[in-house]
């Protein structure tokens, strides 16, 4: 089943769109959440939860801001994130919910505007650099993958991808002026 | 934890949470996180550039190199993942170390002969197993990923591919010359179209499991292994370059002739024939003009592309009658670098016996030898090779149609000398013409032009048909010919 044809089903709210889009994108979902959560079950859960919400907010798909597969990867990698932060406050306060929304600390407009403005700037500073570069930034700070990981996916040895990742940071911190510290 | 350390670590969160908000990454970004995308198209294009060969300049050695090298850092990436991709790496390697051998062969001389004979025929034939095999295991292995990740395990555009490899290896095999002219050319055209076409079918089917494959760590970078194969295929061209690029040759300083030698450059020299050519002629050659009744002396010059200039001088001599049928004359070929070229690869020379002209002329045993002057010493040395060769053609195409020839005639192959001035020779024979017709000999002189000639052809080789294109930036042939009434 196309992907054109798994988003028709899942707008119809037809039970079959979620399985098809189970069994097509998993392991898309499955290679997102890897880096970001370490337990075995953890990664599992977190494919559920990804699964669902996709269920729950496919009305909130644009297809004219990006593609399935982008707005797919933005959704499964933050619902990793989220869950990683619960573990990690769960691990501090010894209390994990699963179905409670992480309190988010209130974000004032004026900071919303800068971190908006943060971001633009560091995506400017990014798409300056070359597109090898610009390949392991994403996969680094995007993904969070580690570094074995990105070597063994680009074919450098993990002390070059290391190497390259120092270079990529150095001109960063160049670009960016102390932007981000 | 140092505080560079540290800093680094900050900047890293600060890059991360920058980026944390719930807009979309850009396309690039999605595409970027890709465990074997990268792996999966190397292998494919690689299999293309192995398959697809065009006999065009030297894309038939560039483009399947280039594929080696795609197919194993391909394979190397995705062996981890299951036997059959780390079997398909095995046979990935088999197949580079013959490839590489193989342009390394062609780099020696009559390193093409070698390649279609005995051993090296035989691991041709190795080469094609292993290649069905890899492309075989490649299907297995995509098919063993599929099931695992819950997709539908059948994998025809992978089957096709090995079906294609299949049918062109039992091709190859069976009617490794076959010629099938146009119609060939057709069906081999559309056989690439489908190998394409299972190409980028079998790439469709790699994409739905591209997310669920591991790719392996790596000790050695792609980069860093891809240098190191190729600087070991260049210091093979490089070494064989050096030690092959000539013919041996032994040249030996010029001995004093006999007084019977004397007389006959005395007797020669009344008919006309110049002394710088008599001075070049052997004691047997002066010996077997003794006696000539007349002598017709041409003379032309040729200039060389790599600056040099060439003189040729052909003399006929109408020798007294010995009572046999037809007309007895004997014949002189000399050439002489009366300008010295650039390049001193390997030269030839080579009489054109056949194409309907006086066929019915005898020719005898051939003599002559090569000279030149070195330090104030003349040296002699015979050819490389002097006498008749059969000069048989291969496969002549630009894709598949062929012909072939196959003719005996006299050829002279040599290396000229390196530092030597006034490099010259000659050739002579005698030769019998019917009565009431003409002398028309007609020859070519090979010259190697360019230094860098690959795969390795001598400028005798370069007189054969050859399914390989050198084109005529290697060697220049120049013409030359000795015509009169005997």
Known sequence: MDEREIIRLLLARDEAGAEALSRRFSPLMRYIIAPILSDARDREECLNDALLLVWQKIDAYDEGRGSFTAWLTALTRNAALTRARKLRRAAETSDFSETEEEALPETAPEEAVLAAERR??????????????????????YYCQPTEQIAAEVGLTVRAAEGRLYRIRKKLRKRLGGELE | M??????DERFDEALISSLADESLPPEEAVRAANPSRRAVRCVLIGLSLCGITLKIGWLPYLLPAAGHL??????????????WFGTAYGCAWGRAAYFWSWLILLNLPGGAETAETGLWKALSVVYGVLLLIEVFALGRGLSAVRRASGLDASVPAALGLFVWHAVVFVLAVIAPNFTGGTLLVVLFLGSYVMLLRALFSA?????????????????????????AMLIVLAAGLTVTGILCARLPMNWQPLTARSPEAEDAVRELEDLGIPQTVLDDLT???????????????????????DGGVIRFTNIGLRMPEDGGEGISCRVILRFEWIEAPRVR??????????????????????????????????????????????????????FFSSFTEEAAEIVGEFSPDRQGRRMRGYVSYALT??????VSEWYNYTHQISRFVYPRTTALSHQRPSSAWVGDRTFRSFYSALQFTP
């Open chain 1, 120 to 141: 633009r700037i560091l995506l400017d500073a990014v798409a300056s650099l070359p597109k090898s570069e610009r390949d392991l930034f994403w996969r680094k700070y």
């Open chain 2, 2 to 7: 140092t505080d560079r350390n540290r800093a």
């Open chain 2, 70 to 83: 795609l197919s194993l850092l391909g394979l190397r990436a995705l062996s981890r993942e299951n036997g």
């Open chain 2, 203 to 227: 790439a469709a089917e790699f994409e739905e499991a591209e997310y669920a494959i591991r790719t392996a760590p790596v000790r050695v970078s792609d980069r860093s292994l891809a240098a």
């Open chain 2, 283 to 305: 004691e047997d050659d002066l010996l077997a003009c003794r006696g000539a009744e007349r002598a017709v002396v041409k003379v032309s010059e040729e200039e060389s592309p």
């Open chain 2, 345 to 398: 690869g390997t030269d030839c020379i080579h009489l054109w016996e056949r194409g309907g002209r006086d066929e019915d002329c005898i020719r005898g045993e051939v003599g002559g030898r090569l000279l030149v002057d070195r330090d104030g010493t003349t040296y002699s040395a015979d050819y490389a090779f002097l006498g008749r060769q059969l000069l048989s053609g291969g496969v002549t195409s630009f």
């Open chain 2, 433 to 438: 013409v019917p009565e009431g017709r003409n």
